[in-house]
């Protein structure tokens, strides 16, 4: 038995067999094909070799057209080399006899190959290693690149191990077959981590490596709410995980009585709960969860699901079937929150080291004001189909707030002229979650209707610690009395100006802040709706003078380990079967 320690981002036990993905820096672990699986195995290395040459012709094509034909050779000898009979007779005897799988036969002949050229005397000759190594990495990619799509068509269940996972990536499994998955790298604020628990499946993340220590099908617990992965589990710990996984799905059936009930505390105090989503397909959760409306809809999410630029009418279709079946409650519409952080295969500009300081978000849209325009057009008019609000992310200064609402005027302009419907008196606000704009807080008042905390960035910012970094994992906490201080200031000044103010980043779904944020004064959130209930649970069980007294006494800790040791047994005073 292995036990691997991670970063818990998305609770709740799975149990069940592996499903491996290989990371980028190649390291294919050897595993052996089941003996009906070779014929197949061998067409998809035929694919992969053939897809590979067409690449490389492509490029020396391009190449041979800006640079002349002699820096084109290059890419003929290496289409010689991947299509080299020996090559192939030596690959595909290792699947056929030996019934390795592709990827490690390729490995494996590749990197014996580079190993002869590395021994022989001679620059030129040695220069060649690179040459094989380049063709060996293209032919992974084509070969894992396959195996990846097999993601989006399983028909049996199983957790998934990958090196990394995208945001989009992870919006396209399909929870009715991976249980759960876990990633080697990435950070507890990351965007994967997000939609891992919109789709309400235990997740892992930032193990670092362990992929070569597993096989596909071996049997693997992930422990969602520990960030523990076991390999290899024996009959004890399994049987203890068994019995888990009956406590979690019972406590689940308890609380969907809650759902149609109100967020009120005991005192009669009304609390609203909005949903945060990602894809219109989310409002069934949404309904089922017992939603107050959605106070977050992260609409780049369409951009990540797509190949190609979202037209207007892409946007207005998705925007107006969220709207509409909302049914009237509101649906917070968050205008582009793009960047590299979250397209990990965006062309961006040699400068842009660190994506999160970056061109990202509104910065990004104001840049590119027509792809701005046109999804202002498409919330517009999606907006006389429900109560639609329009937010703004990452707003750091007045500067950025005016220009952005002064492209909102513009795109309203010419919807008028051309004689179109949207609701002129529309809602605008902004997100809180850059520092900047906590301490300008009160002159932001008289510019928006609304504000949202977005916590989930506000954390970076504060501490200045990456949300998608493993490596400074242990130091993104919600829990820092610094992060605790700019919220409180935010809702203060809201509430003195009389301007609604919520949260919608990841802390507001964990009940262990719920008495805390409540006792600092806020009254609405959004949050993952696979969390509502619980979080109505803690509710509906404390009061607000309770949350008051434990408010003040958090404010007198100085650091994130007291504050979640003390909020961890208020919480459990007030609610002692919580699985936490
Ligand atoms: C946030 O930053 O808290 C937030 C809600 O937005 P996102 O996670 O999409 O950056
Ligand atoms: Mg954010």
Redesign the pocket.
């Known amino acids: 038995m292995e036990r691997l320690q991670g970063i818990a981002v998305s609770p709740g036990v799975a149990i069940g067999e592996a499903l491996v993905f290989d990371n980028e820096g190649f390291r294919i672990p050897r595993r052996f094909l089941p003996r009906d699986a070779v014929e197949e195995e061998l067409e998809r290395l035929d694919n992969a070799i053939q897809a590979a040459t067409r690449e490389m012709d492509h490029r020396r094509g391009r190449v041979a057209e800006q640079l002349g034909d002699q820096y084109a050779a290059i890419f003929s000898v290496h289409i010689q080399m991947l299509n080299d009979r020996r090559l192939r007779d030596e690959l595909e005897e290792m699947i056929h006899q030996r019934h390795y799988s592709p990827e490690y036969a390729v490995s494996r002949v590749l990197r014996r190959y580079a190993k002869v050229f590395e021994s022989l005397e001679g620059p030129y000759l040695r220069e060649r290693i690179h040459d094989i190594f380049d063709i060996e990495k293209r032919l992974l990619r084509h070969l894992l690149g396959e195996r990846r799509e097999e993601l989006a068509q399983l028909t049996s269940e199983v957790l998934v191990l990958a090196h990394n996972l995208t945001p989009s990536e992870t919006a396209n499994l399909n929870p009715k077959f991976v249980l759960g998955f876990v990633t080697e790298i990435g950070g507890p604020?990351s965007?994967t981590a997000?939609v891992a628990e919109a789709l309400g499946i235990p997740a892992v993340v930032g193990t670092g490596p362990f992929l070569t220590d597993v096989s596909g099908g071996e049997m693997v617990i992930i422990d969602g709410d520990q960030g523990l992965v076991i390999l290899h589990p024996d009959e004890e710990t399994l049987a203890r995980y068994r019995h888990e996984l009956v406590e979690h799905q019972s406590y689940a059936v308890k609380l969907e009585s809650l759902r149609d009930l109100p967020a009120d505390t005991t005192d009669t105090t009304r609390i609203e709960l909005m949903a945060?989503i990602e894809f219109p397909t989310e409002v069934n959760q949404c309904a089922e969860r017992g939603a107050n409306g959605v106070g977050?809809y992260?609409t780049?999410f369409l951009y990540l699901s797509c190949d190609t630029e979202p037209s207007e009418e892409d946007h207005y279709q998705a925007y107006a079937q969220v709207a509409q079946a909302m049914a009237g409650t509101p649906v917070v519409m968050?205008t582009l929150?793009l960047g590299a952080d979250k397209m990990p295969g965006m062309q961006v500009s040699e400068d842009e080291r660190n994506p999160f300081l970056g061109l990202r978000s509104i910065r990004l849209s104001l840049r590119n004001v027509e792809l701005f325009r046109i999804q202002l057009r498409a919330i517009l008019r999606a907006s006389v189909l429900g109560n639609v609000r329009l937010m703004f992310?990452?707003i750091s200064t007045l500067m950025e707030l005016r220009q952005a609402r002064m492209i909102l005027a513009d795109a309203m302009e010419d919807l008028e002229e051309k004689g179109i419907a949207f609701d002129r008196n529309i809602q605008v606000g902004m997100?809180v979650?850059v520092p900047s704009a906590i301490m300008m807080l009160d002159r932001f008042v008289t510019e928006v209707d609304f504000f949202?905390?977005?916590?989930?960035?506000?954390i970076q910012y504060v501490l200045a610690v990456d949300r998608g970094n493993k490596d400074v994992a242990n130091l993104y906490s919600a829990a820092e009395p610094a992060v605790l201080w700019l919220i409180k200031r935010a809702i203060e000044i809201a509430d003195s100006h009389q301007v609604a103010i919520s949260m919608?980043?990841?802390m507001c779904g964990n009940p262990l802040y719920t008495m805390l944020l409540l006792g600092l004064g806020l009254r609405s959130m959004s949050l993952t709706p696979a969390h509502i209930p619980e979080v109505k649970h803690v509710c509906r069980s404390v009061s607000i003078e309770q949350c008051q007294q434990v408010a003040e006494r958090t404010l007198l800790l100085d650091n994130a380990r007291d504050v979640k040791t003390y909020l961890k047994e208020e919480l459990t005073g007030v609610l002692p079967g919580l699985p936490m």
């Open positions: 604020g965007h997000i945060n977050l992260r780049e968050r929150d992310p990452l997100m979650e949202s905390i977005g916590t989930n960035d506000l919608c980043g990841q």
